[in-house]
């Protein structure tokens, strides 16, 4: 298991950049609901509605990822492509937080951020996808 020391080292580094970022989501939330005095809900303010739903979609989208990305590296993923896959997925999330933040954020942020975040997916998607069919293939 010592060979697989790094490869799971670069998992753990953008699992813990991912979870940097739903921790300032976190915070930003409960600032929002300090200075709006809100303690559960969104009280009717658009902000707080907005941002509350940046952090509900970075926990739909970065537990499968890491789960998907942890099963590639057990199966043998080169370090360099979960150092790829990792950066452009935490860049995305981080843009697509960012948007969120925000009150009155462009649309290209989310755009970007969620577009960056999808291929990493994508690509990881497709990677265990086609290695699952080849083996199952007897390849």
């Known amino acids: 298991m010592e060979i697989l020391t ?22 930003e939330t409960g600032k929002l609901r300090r200075t709006h005095k809100v303690a559960v809900g969104d009280g009717g303010i658009k902000h707080l509605t907005r941002i509350i739903r940046g952090h509900a979609n970075a926990i739909e989208n970065m537990p499968m990822f890491f789960i998907l990305l942890i099963i590639a590296a057990l199966l043998g993923m080169p370090v360099i492509a979960v150092h790829v896959l990792g950066i452009v997925f935490t860049i995305g999330r981080g843009l697509h937080a960012w948007h969120f933040i925000q009150e009155d954020a ?14 990493a997916q994508l690509v990881l998607l ?6 699952g069919l080849w083996v199952m293939m007897g390849g």
Request: no cysteine.
């Open 6 to 27: 790094p490869v799971f080292s670069a998992v753990g580094l953008y699992a813990a950049l991912n979870m940097m970022i739903l921790i300032w989501l976190a915070s």
């Open 106 to 119: 462009s649309f290209k942020t989310r755009f970007v951020g969620f577009g960056l975040s999808l291929l």
């Open 126 to 131: 497709v990677g265990l996808l086609g290695h």
